[in-house]
């Protein structure tokens, strides 16, 4: 089974600048999160979906961060425009339900912002 | 307070030694527990859930106390692959999964 799909998996920008990151869940699951972790942190919940709707946003910074599941499979995280506080690993992960199953986690993208 | 706190060790531990750590959490509400672990610059996998009468699978046992609000991981005769940070996550509210900071464990020959 494959598991779940992150690109790309380094980028490093400039501070200012947009980045966006995309995740392929594992086919099936209903699903998808994405969380941010900072080096000696653990991960941080920034937008669950189920489908194509979205269940939980509440940590996720608005006014600079947007996420979209189209047609319910892939995801693509936006960031614009970053700060140097964004610097961390974005994960994405999936899941059957929408209860706290099992989630699988992707290889996570590592941004980092100068 | 944290919604899951942990220490955050290092807890250097022999080869074949009985390493614990514990876990709180501060929402007397919560319903479901885990432990995950992570590996040096890899992405968290699930070791084991934690359900109310305890988990045991292999050398590592699980517990839960609900009345103050803690879950433990028990790991026997530690093993030099065992190295690697441990996550207590738990289901806060409704299907919000809450991970602490991590608890990192180092066996050495």
């Known amino acids: 089974e494959a598991g779940v799909a992150q690109s790309p998996r380094y980028k490093i920008i400039e501070k200012r600048q947009s980045v966006a990151f995309w995740c392929n869940p594992i086919?099936?699951?209903?699903?998808l999160y994405w969380y941010q972790q900072i080096l000696g942190q653990g991960p941080k919940l920034l937008i669950q979906?189920?489908?194509?709707?979205?269940?939980?946003d509440s940590q996720l910074p608005k006014d600079r961060f947007s996420a979209e599941r189209l047609k319910g499979v892939d995801s693509t995280l936006k960031i614009q425009p970053a700060k140097l506080e964004d610097s961390a690993v974005y994960l994405c992960?999936?899941?059957?339900?929408?209860?706290?199953?099992?989630?699988?986690f992707g290889p996570g993208t590592r941004l980092t912002v100068l | 307070r944290k919604e899951v706190e942990q220490d955050p060790g290092p807890f250097n531990v022999p080869e074949g030694a009985t390493v614990a750590f514990n876990c709180t959490y501060s929402n007397s509400a919560s319903q479901s527990f885990f432990w995950y672990r992570q590996d040096c610059r890899k992405e968290p996998k699930l070791l084991m859930s934690v359900y109310s009468s305890g988990n045991e699978d292999g050398r590592f046992t699980a517990q839960l106390n609900r009345a103050s609000q803690y879950i433990s991981l028990l790991i026997r005769d530690s093993k030099l692959s065992d190295s690697a940070t441990y996550l207590c996550v738990v289901n806060m509210r409704g299907n919000k999964l809450v991970f602490g900071a991590g608890t990192i464990l180092r066996v050495k020959s």
């Open positions: 979906f189920q489908n194509n709707g979205v269940v939980d």
């Open positions: 992960a999936s899941s059957w339900g929408v209860s706290a199953d099992t989630q699988y």
């Open positions: 086919s099936g699951h209903a699903t």
